[in-house]
């Protein structure tokens, strides 16, 4: 989508005498590092050039007019009435922003009309929610003359209120991603702290590719706030036996010595993938920059298998897409990414396989599941950003 396009479809949807500002905020995927970022530990996003795109004006009144070009029909709503609600949908996200922004002491002094497109498919797990806060707070801000808040206070914002207003208890890999991406960098973050440095994804004659299995199982969000619910559990009966703050401050060894604190087995496993993956990713990262990219494909197979037996936020349907991917020569490393139960996977797969892999893939999927798999190959982009 063209801010040319967008200028237009605001006109057509709002009046022609408008004049909007554009923006962009990116979708991501997470090369190695699931299901960390709440448990203090190592992420590696990288922003994609698909994502969410945003024209807005402001009004003289309270009112807010919301449009998706995704999902037809204006919303209206008034930002005297900043609630959660069901029958509002999309809009719950950039509502969301607006209230954590009027929490943070940012007074919004009038109503928008706020067009959206986005062009990350649904369900894929590619973080679509995320982006969208990330736009919304970007629009604000410029808006409305916010000018001391950083693009890493968007994402803290938007994490803020996915887990405040929407209740969705998300760490903050995918806003921090959306936010901070980097064009052909990934961000290798320590998210108990928010250092972070950008790495070149240097995959020399081999693409990202991204497997959408168009299944999202239902229970993704509450199975979510279950395993964040485990791992609390977990942290706080390893810390009556070592000073930790985060299970990100563990590794391999220490996790094995102190493990048996941990006496619920399920709370057990979780802990363990949480611990194992930190480490893997800062393994994986290492690899990637010396070159090695047979180590970083092991690793990312490996975060697969932790993420199916001992997270067990896998399902039938990424299992057998990560299954398919492994036995073609050619395929680095292939693991699901993203919140789980669904979505898609992510694989290194060298140049000259990628027509086998899609070949082999797809029809071997359908059979298998009824379920018509989508392929993207995926550059990294930069993060969220004016465009007009």
Known sequence: MTAEKMHQLFQLTFGADKKPEIYFAPGRVNLIGEHTDYNGGHVFPCALTIGTYGAITTRDDRVIRFYSANFPGIVETSLDDLTPDKEAGWTNYPKGVMWAFEKRGYNIPCGMDILIYGDIPNGSGLSSSASLEVLTGLMLKDTFGFEDLTMQDLALIGQYSENNFNGMNCGIMDQFASAMGKQDNAIFLDTATLN????????????IV?????????????????????????????????????????????????????????CQKRAKHAVYENQRTIRAVEALNAGNLEEFGRLINASHVSLRDDYETSCEETDLLASLAWEIPGVLGSRITGGGFGGCTVSIVKNDAIDTFTEKIGPAYEKATGHKAEFYIVDIGDGAHKLS
């Open 210 to 266: 991204i497997t959408n299995s168009k299944v999202k199982h239902s229970l993704v969000s509450s199975a979510y706030n279950d395993r964040r619910r485990e791992c609390e559990e977990a942290l706080k009966m390893l810390q009556t036996v070592v000073d930790i703050q985060t299970l990100g401050d563990l590794n391999e060894e220490q996790f094995e010595k102190y493990k048996d604190a941990i006496t619920d087995p399920i």
């Open 196 to 207: 972070y440095t950008y790495a070149p994804v240097k995959l020399s004659d081999a693409r």
